[in-house]
């Protein structure tokens, strides 16, 4: 699943365990970009915990490991999961997905798309990304694939397009509306206040709206993932995270990093995760699965 499993996998099969070990398991968790904070603090309780338990063996200490970092992602573990949930939603719910460029959002969407449809639930999707023909083009494809209308304008505003879709979800009284935006860095602050207008807009075409506000997140972005969710969080107030790419090359252990390093209250939860390009490859997020595979 990781990049990491191999090295940690590895280190929890030798049966010598001395300061040395330590060392090798601190370097091998701060180069899955765990961090340096949060290694610390898993390094901290392995020892405390192997002491109190009288753990010697390294399969002991791994026990020991995958349930601090089980504890540590509860934090931010979705209780329940609005995407892996079969409950009739209040029609129309209105999903906002923002993120970087490249970080596989419009992919994401297609996936959202598929998983609500095989709930039963009826999708509209709209193509918020106004900057690029190519973004609609690809956002119209999902679509296509997936026997859903797109509603798009060329050239237009993104609020204008959100606010179009949503009127176009009451009328045709579909479940879920998916309301794609352009990619952009959390430091462009014109575009983020241009998220914060859209954001606005959506409440006042419909009061509770948008319903979720979702950020997708590139595994492979290590330690500067940990600012964008902050920056995106304090702009919008995301209600969770998806995070894609881990399909064998991604490190992620920035998701511990993550649930040690907000400080926000409600934290938004890691809803699912991408573990591929097929468009069932979206999986829900569990604190006690993702632990297990960090190191097995």
């Avoid at 961090?35 to 390094?43: H, R, V, W």
């Avoid at 609020?159 to 430091?187: E, F, P």
Wanted: charged content about 20%; aromatic content about 6%.
């Amino acid at each position: 699943m990781f990049g990491l499993r191999t090295t940690l996998g590895s280190l929890f099969k030798s049966s010598k365990i001395d300061e040395s070990w330590f060392d090798t398991l601190e370097e091998s968790l701060i180069q899955s970009d765990v961090g340096i904070a949060t290694t610390e603090q898993l390094i901290s309780k392995l020892r405390r915990a192997a002491k109190s338990e009288k753990a010697s063996s390294s399969e002991e200490l791994k026990t020991l490991l995958i349930q601090e970092v089980d504890l540590l992602l509860k934090a931010i573990e979705p209780s329940p999961n609005p995407l892996f949930s079969n409950e009739k939603v209040n029609s129309p719910e209105i999903w906002l997905v923002v993120g970087v460029n490249g970080a596989g959002k419009t992919t994401t969407i297609g996936k959202l798309c598929w998983l609500f449809q095989s709930q039963g639930k009826s999708v509209l999707l709209a193509a918020g990304d106004t900057f690029r023909a190519a973004a609609r083009n690809q956002l119209q494809e999902w679509g296509a694939r997936n026997q859903v209308d797109v509603i798009t304008q060329e050239g237009g505003d993104v609020a204008a397009v959100a606010h179009d879709a949503i009127h176009a979800a009451i009328s045709r009284k579909n479940d879920i509306l998916i309301i794609d935006t352009a990619g952009r860095l959390a430091t462009q602050d014109n575009l983020m206040e241009e998220l914060k207008k859209v954001k606005r807009v959506i409440g006042k075409a419909l009061p509770g709206a948008p319903h979720h506000t979702l950020l997708v997140l590139d595994g492979n972005t290590g330690q500067n993932g940990l600012n964008q969710v902050k920056a995106f969080h304090s702009a919008l107030g995301l209600t969770g995270i998806i995070v894609t790419k881990l399909d064998g090359t991604a490190k992620g252990g920035v998701i511990c990093a993550l649930a040690h390093t907000l400080q926000e209250v409600p934290k938004p939860a890691v809803l699912a995760l991408g573990k591929g390009e097929g468009i069932a490859d979206l999986v829900p997020f569990t604190a006690k699965q993702y632990s297990y595979e960090l190191f097995n």
